[in-house]
């Protein structure tokens, strides 16, 4: 929910958050305005309170937006170590003890590899 930090950003990198929202590619400018939203007093502040939360990984990917985008940038084993997406799945499981019916629903978290 972007919302939590569009209202305390200075004005002028509130409609960039739409623009980085809508990139289907990261560009060098996207990256610089992201870079810029990033070393923000106030976003750092949220970020370190958890006020913000951010998936598994962003901020090591965060720090390196603009390493990313070099153009003779090779990924590091920590790249790619720490490039995961973050699934839920649930299972549920029925139980019958004395006569009553229990529903167990298990929801879990887990890392998979893009």
Sequence with gaps: DTS???????????????DIIQATKLTNEIAQIISSIWE???VIEKVENFSLSLPYSS?????????????D?????QDILNFHDINTS???YQA???????LITEV???????
């Design 59 to 71: 901020n090591f990917f965060l720090d390196r937006t603009k390493i990313v985008l070099e153009e």
């Design 90 to 92: 649930t299972q549920e």
């Design 4 to 18: 939590v930090i569009k209202n305390e950003i200075p004005d002028e990198f509130k409609t960039h958050i739409d």
């Design 96 to 102: 019958v003890i004395d006569n009553n019916l229990f």
């Design 108 to 114: 879990s978290h887990f890392h998979s590899m893009n």
């Design 40 to 42: 923000l007093e106030i």
């Design 73 to 77: 940038y090779i990924p590091t084993d």
